[in-house]
């Protein structure tokens, strides 16, 4: 099936810095999601996002998809941007359905 | 109009007990997933459903689990006979068409702990 890694495992911000956070993935996908797992273990969808760039407030994305990656950025970070950034692509594996295949997150930890 | 709604929130149960998981999708969804997130790790695939019609059961990890949606909206997931191996956050999510081309949206999931 395919393969998905993430980087950095784990990431320490001061309140107000920037970052950014990667998706590797192994084969053509065509569509990808970009969840934040909050301390409360609720996964919140932050982006679907097949290609090209989107933003939503002080975080945006950018799949490109011919070269298997994506990138998550936050400005401006904020004590509640704590938590884990998953992104997850469908494993076809055959099917058309699209069940997820998860990275194994990136831990991001903003100090006040 | 709501989310994927999941009960109970937690579940603690002793080895050997059965338990049962619901998940109430976006009304409407025709996709349903269930998915298991050990600690420390990313949720990882266990069944699929398709209206009523289970597609999919190739991620569940034992004969033990079970998952049924009879009316195509409402699911559960059944664990018989649990083991501690079973303690784990399950997550239900739905998406609105069948296709690949649709995101999934999950709900806040039942931490299961077995003693």
């Given amino acids: 099936g395919i393969q998905v890694e993430q980087s950095p495992p784990d990431l320490i911000l001061q309140e107000g810095a920037n970052s950014t956070l990667r998706c590797n993935f192994s084969d053509s996908v065509n569509n990808l999601q970009w969840f934040h797992q909050n301390p409360w273990g609720q996964l919140i969808n932050l982006f679907y996002i097949p290609s090209g760039t989107k933003q939503n407030g002080r975080l945006s994305a950018t799949t490109v998809a011919t070269e298997r990656y994506s990138l998550l950025y936050i400005s401006s970070s904020q004590t509640t941007d704590s938590g884990v950034y998953f992104c997850a692509v469908p494993n ?14 990136t831990i991001l930890t903003v100090h006040p | 109009g709501a989310g994927v709604s999941q009960s109970p929130r937690y579940k603690v149960a002793k080895r050997g007990q059965d338990v049962a998981l619901r998940c109430d999708p976006i009304s409407g969804h025709v996709s ?3 998915y298991q997130q050990a600690l420390g790790q990313g949720p990882e695939f266990l069944t699929y459903f398709q209206n009523e019609a289970q597609l999919d059961k190739s991620g569940l990890p034992s004969d033990r689990f079970f998952a049924e949606r009879p009316e195509g909206s409402v699911s559960t997931l059944k664990i018989q006979r649990t ?3 079973d303690s784990a956050v399950y997550l239900c999510a739905s998406s609105e068409n069948r296709g690949q081309g649709q995101p999934q949206h999950f709900g806040d999931g039942t931490r299961l702990s077995i003693l």
């Fill in chain 2, 83 to 85: 083991q501690q191996e």
């Fill in chain 1, 92 to 105: 076809a594996g055959g099917t058309s359905y699209g069940k997820l295949t998860f990275g194994q997150g």
């Fill in chain 2, 32 to 34: 349903l997933f269930w």
